[in-house]
């Protein structure tokens, strides 16, 4: 089920920073948890953070933890992610996703995703 809208992708160097955005102007993202995911060529979807109404943060990432931020606006009904020192193993399609009631990593767990937003570093 797609009903989520991810934005903010593109052609970026090595150490650059991203930030993707997130929206569904049918959902009040505070009372979901939204997860970000990203699937780089070849290999399978693979929980990157995820974010709940009240603010607790599950971060998924192998290595790396501190280069990945989320956060949500809720006047915007946005939630952003926020990577920093960009790298090549980064390079992948990042989706948002919604479910109930906690942060889970498995992408199976979720119901609701977007088409995802394409992120390319060059090194």
């Known amino acids: 089920q797609e009903q989520l809208d991810e934005s903010g992708g593109g052609l970026v160097q090595a150490g650059d920073s991203l930030r993707l955005s997130c929206n569904d102007p049918?959902?009040?993202?505070?009372?979901?948890?939204m997860g970000w995911f990203r699937q780089a060529p070849g290999k399978e979807r693979e929980a990157v953070i995820c974010?709940?109404?009240?603010?607790?943060?599950?971060n998924y990432a192998a290595s790396g933890k501190d280069r990945f931020t989320i956060s949500w606006n809720n006047a915007e009904n946005t939630v952003h992610l926020q990577v920093d020192d960009l790298k090549a193993e980064d390079t992948g399609v990042y989706y948002c996703?919604?479910?109930?009631?906690?942060?889970?990593?498995?992408?199976?767990?979720?119901?609701?995703w977007g088409r995802g937003t394409q992120v390319t570093v060059s090194s």
């Open positions: 996703a919604a479910r109930l009631p906690l942060c889970s990593g498995p992408a199976v767990n979720y119901l609701t």
């Open positions: 049918g959902r009040a993202f505070s009372n979901y948890i």
């Open positions: 974010i709940s109404g009240i603010g607790g943060i599950m």
